[in-house]
């Protein structure tokens, strides 16, 4: 199983991990391995945390004593990929990051699409030269129909998600996408699974928009 979370607003990194451990508690397969997560300090600089096997558990056990978490689950922008054990280094390449947004996604968002460039980082520079999350997810994708990846772009005010055509003839796959109706918070998730479970992305994302509109701590 292979999930992209992401999410703006306040606690967004809180929110982002209260979906990742309702995925990890209901999810079948190869979920509780490597990760990526990535929030955006009070600096406005990203900060990452990483491990390649032990998901949300390692991340935990290195970081929950460190002064650091408190402001990574209070920011307001962040985004986690996470899958099976011992990813290919570094595993930065599935997740980019950069001051204005954040691309993760699900199957192969690191893969290269027609123009040589990972399509997520095409995403990525999309977002960076102002174009809106949901058509930098789109445009990337429509031009890279047949790769093995879905995306999932977020900025500090806005989010957009997207499945290739590949993707999409999957049966196994899983989508979210909460937007509260004032624009303060958002959340996307993508998902596939070789044993999928029903419901599994709506209940992780109704976990990840109690904390974004201030429900649950």
């Known amino acids: 199983m292979t999930i992209g979370i992401a999410a703006f607003g306040v606690e967004a990194g809180r929110a ?9 508690r209901l999810g079948k397969g190869d979920l509780h391995g490597f990760a990526v997560f990535y929030a955006l300090a009070p600096d406005g600089e990203p900060v990452g945390l990483e491990c390649q096997r032990g998901g949300l558990e390692t991340i935990r056990a ?14 307001p922008l962040a985004a986690v990929i996470t899958s099976g054990p011992d990813r290919p280094e570094p595993l930065t390449q599935f997740l980019v990051v950069s001051r204005r947004g954040f691309v993760t996604g699900h199957r192969l968002p690191n893969i290269a699409g027609a123009s040589d460039v990972p399509v997520n980082r095409e995403a990525l520079s999309l977002i960076e030269r102002g174009v809106h999350p ?8 429509q031009a890279n129909p047949r790769v093995d990846a879905g995306l999932i772009a977020v900025t500090p005010h806005a989010i957009g998600l997207e499945d290739s055509e590949r993707v999409r003839e999957r049966t196994d796959r899983g989508r979210a996408h909460v937007l509260a109706t004032d624009g303060r918070y958002g959340l996307a998730l993508l998902h596939n699974s070789i044993e999928p479970v029903e419901g599994l992305a709506e209940s992780a994302a ?12």
């Open 134 to 141: 949901d058509e930098a997810v789109r445009m990337v994708l």
């Open 206 to 217: 109704r976990r990840a928009a109690a904390v974004l509109a201030g429900h649950e701590s």
């Open 62 to 75: 290195q970081w929950s004593t460190r002064p650091d978490l408190a402001w990574m689950m209070a920011s």
């Open 16 to 24: 982002v991990w209260a979906a990742w451990a309702e995925a990890e």
